[in-house]
C-alpha cells in the first residue's frame, strides 16, 4: 500500500502562483506514476499532470500546459505541483494520486487540497 497526502493548497488572486506538495509513504517502490487531478464544484474530476516516477517523463493537460509544472522529488519520496498564471477556473479540489507498476489506474488517492483563484 502507499498513502499519499497533499499540502499547499488555499487562496490566491488571479494571476498569482501556489505550489502543491504530494508526499508519499509506504511501499513506494512499488510506484509508477504519480499525478495530479482537480475537482471543480459539480463537475468531474479531472487530470491535470502526471510524472513517471523512474525516469521523470511529464505529462500535461491542455488547460494548464504552459502554466503547471509537475516535478518530483525521489529522496522525499515527494511531488509537487507548482502552478502560476492561476485563474479562477483553476479553482478546484486538488487530488494527489499513485498508480502502481502493476496497475492500469490510479490505485492510492489522498484527501485533496482546496485551491481557491479569486478574480
Known amino acids: 500500500q502507499v498513502q499519499v497526502v497533499e499540502s499547499g493548497g488555499g487562496l490566491v488572486q488571479a494571476g498569482g502562483s501556489l505550489r502543491l506538495s504530494c508526499a508519499a509513504s509506504?511501499?513506494?517502490?512499488?510506484?509508477?506514476?504519480m499525478g495530479w487531478f482537480r475537482q471543480a464544484p459539480g463537475k468531474e474530476r479531472r487530470f491535470v499532470a502526471n510524472?513517471?516516477?523512474?525516469?521523470?517523463?511529464?505529462y500535461y493537460a491542455d488547460s494548464v500546459k504552459g502554466r503547471f509544472t509537475i516535478s518530483r522529488d525521489n529522496a522525499k519520496n515527494t511531488i509537487y505541483l507548482q502552478m502560476n498564471s492561476l485563474k479562477p477556473e483553476d479553482t478546484a479540489v486538488y487530488y494527489c494520486?499513485?498508480?502502481?507498476?502493476?496497475?492500469?489506474?490510479?490505485?492510492?488517492w489522498g484527501q485533496g487540497t482546496q485551491v481557491t483563484v479569486s478574480s
Open positions: 509506504g511501499r513506494t517502490f512499488s510506484t509508477a506514476r
Open positions: 510524472i513517471n516516477w523512474s525516469i521523470g517523463s511529464t
Open positions: 494520486a499513485a498508480q502502481s507498476k502493476s496497475s492500469l489506474t490510479y490505485d492510492y
